[in-house]
């Protein structure tokens, strides 16, 4: 079979479980615990069979435009893809084009390495120090381009703009991309760095703050000169990216933004409050500025509670993996399934 020999192998990454059993409290992939805003469902139903149709508008002006306001861009400064996934990969593709290994923490997303392995990038991890910082000095060294989240996942640390802003200052001669995922639980985006970093890329989704992770919405903020080429590469590879729904559903969650600051405001609200009762519970972890918390219990290793969870139908994250072996990642739910999540803890713990 010398075919083989000519096939592109990946090892692909693994997603979080998505269990179909009914009662289960879902804490392992950071989805937002509440429905999105009125006004997107509202938006799927009034959409027209044309919608199916026809092609849906390979440009995606409508979103574009509506994030271009909502975040006081230009619409030529604005990329959309389906989910952050799709935007990332096609910036790798776009922008990651050098002999020079692309940069990214040790203990970061694991979507990473997999693209760069995937699109034959060279890479490097850098570690992160002793308490999962990055530290800007492990970023002044040749490379390719650099990519980190901020906050980082699966750690929860915020960074603050004076670190980023170091990371792009060393780096003017290759694209600096900043993983926003979470930023929208109490970080500061760098979007306000974009007037003076032309090599900046700050990208966003809509799976977490804006409880939508169903539909696949990600984008996209840059220079226009930037977005125009990643839009070449887009248009290279599939025009029809993002579907009429998705689109449709996406303007209206940009523009009822009082629904998406009190979700976002319960979430945090919870997330103080648990970040409390698992200190009180033996648990230790980096303060975390995301919707999720990634903790550490004192005396009982974290496979034996994932396991502990799993039993009770409560489904948290554990990664397998150097260096965050005893931790498991557990997403903000709602303040009652917090509550059984906790109570089952408590009960393992104590006994
Ligand atoms: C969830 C996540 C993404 C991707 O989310 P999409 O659903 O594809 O938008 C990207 N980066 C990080 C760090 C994430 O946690």
Redesign the pocket.
């Known amino acids: 079979m010398s075919w083989i020999n000519n096939v592109r192998k990946v090892v692909p990454y693994v997603p979080g479980e998505q269990p179909k059993a009914e009662n289960l409290i879902k804490l392992n992939?950071?989805e937002c615990p509440y429905p999105p805003s009125p006004r997107v469902m509202e938006a799927m139903q009034t959409l027209s069979a044309n919608c199916m149709r026809l092609y849906p508008d390979p440009a995606v002006s409508d979103l574009r435009q509506a994030l271009a306001d909502y975040y006081k861009v230009k619409v030529e400064q604005v990329f959309v893809g389906v989910?952050?996934?799709?935007?990332?990969a096609n910036a790798f593709m776009t922008f990651f084009n050098s002999e020079k290994p692309i940069l990214f923490p040790d203990i970061?997303?694991s979507?990473y390495d997999v693209w760069a392995e995937l699109f034959h990038i060279p890479y490097e991890r850098i570690a992160l120090t002793e308490d999962f910082r990055i530290d800007p000095k492990d970023y002044k060294r040749e490379n390719g381009g650099i990519i980190f989240?901020n906050p980082n996942?699966p750690t929860g640390v915020l960074e603050d703009l004076s670190m980023i802003e170091e990371v792009l200052e060393a780096n003017p001669d290759v694209v600096v991309m900043v993983?926003e995922?979470?930023i929208d639980f109490g970080g500061v985006s760098a979007l306000s760095l974009l007037e003076k970093y032309d090599n900046l890329l700050v990208?966003q989704?809509?799976?977490?703050s804006r409880a939508m992770?169903g539909m696949?919405?990600?984008f996209a903020i840059g220079s226009e000169t930037m977005i125009s080429y990643l839009n070449d590469v887009k248009f290279s590879f599939n025009s029809y990216t993002m579907n009429q729904t998705s689109i449709a559903m996406g303007v209206a969650c940009v523009k009822d933004d009082a629904y998406f600051k009190d979700i976002v405001g319960k979430v945090v609200a919870t997330r103080e409050r648990v970040k409390k009762e698992l200190r009180d519970l033996g648990f230790s972890f980096p303060d975390s500025m995301s919707n999720f918390i990634f903790a550490t219990h004192e005396t009982i290793p974290a496979a034996e509670l994932f396991e502990v969870c799993k039993k009770e139908n409560i489904f948290v994250r554990y990664f397998k993996k150097p260096r965050i072996d005893n931790y498991l990642r557990i997403s903000i739910g709602t303040d009652e399934e917090m509550d059984q999540l906790l109570q089952v803890l408590k009960t393992y713990i104590k006994q």
């Open positions: 992939t950071n989910g952050s996934d799709d935007v990332i970061t997303y979507f989240p996942a993983d995922a979470y990208v989704t809509f799976s977490k992770a696949r919405i990600g």
